[in-house]
């Protein structure tokens, strides 16, 4: 079955230390995006991605950064820049703007936590 | 910078009312698309609307795209508890960004 496998499920971070989130898609979608989610809250643009070698920033890019180097992957490194990193992070693929319909499919999310 | 409100934030009702949550965009979207997310699960696409005024049902589901373009509607009739859970929009701009704006999110609690 096609769909959007991110991990670990969960995540703990140490204080000054960088964690790498992973998000693989096999739905051969080119574009992809990753999102957090605070308690109660609604979904914040991090970094998205519309082609294979780009990316572009999102609404909330600070302590951050990402790569797109294969179709299927887009992982996201939460730096030590990122004071407040404790949140549900979430990946998601679709086909690219163009296209009339093109509905977001969403991993499972991975929630990281400070220790 | 664009923004996405939906109202209520939170919304209880016993199993049987109706339901309704209201998303306003701060400008015209090209398109609009709604989801479900369950309690600690993930967002799930429910459906888009494209057209101006456009209404689509899906079983007890209505959903409608205002004329101009800058609002939208999710309507449940006779909710169940299967119904529980946050529901977002999530705006395109017109500004050609090639990005969703989601907004806030309504969560809905059914009491059996």
């Known amino acids: 079955d096609g769909g959007i496998t991110q991990s670990p499920k969960y995540l703990f971070r140490k204080e000054g230390q960088n964690v790498t989130l992973s998000c693989e898609q096999n739905?051969?979608?080119?574009?992809m995006y990753w999102y957090r989610q605070d308690p109660g809250q609604g979904l914040r643009l991090i970094y998205y991605?519309?082609?294979?070698?780009?990316?572009q920033k999102g609404d909330i890019a600070e302590g951050y950064s990402v790569s797109r180097e294969k179709k299927e992957s887009f992982p996201l490194t939460v730096t030590s820049a990122q004071k407040n990193p404790t949140a549900f992070y979430l990946c998601?693929?679709?086909?690219?703007?163009?296209?009339?319909?093109?509905?977001?499919?969403f991993g499972d999310g991975t929630r990281l936590s400070i220790l | 910078g664009q923004q996405v409100m939906q109202i209520p934030q939170y919304q209880h009702v016993q199993e049987g009312e109706d339901f309704t949550t209201y998303c306003n965009s701060s400008?015209?979207?090209?398109?609009i698309q709604w989801y479900k997310q369950r309690p600690g699960g993930h967002p799930v696409f429910l459906i888009q609307?494209?057209?101006?005024?456009e209404v689509k049902k899906q079983k007890r589901l209505t959903f409608q795209f205002g004329e101009a373009k800058k609002n939208s509607s999710l309507h449940i009739t006779a909710t169940q508890t299967t119904d529980v859970g946050t529901y977002f929009c999530?705006?395109?701009?017109?500004?050609?960004?090639?990005?969703?704006?989601f907004g806030t999110g309504t969560r809905l609690k059914v009491l059996a």
């Open positions: 739905l051969n979608h080119d574009a």
């Open positions: 609307l494209v057209k101006s005024g």
């Open positions: 400008t015209t979207l090209s398109n």
């Open positions: 991605s519309q082609i294979v070698n780009d990316f």
């Open positions: 998601a693929s679709s086909l690219p703007f163009g296209r009339v319909n093109q509905p977001q499919h």
């Open positions: 999530a705006g395109d701009s017109t500004s050609g960004t090639y990005k969703y704006i």
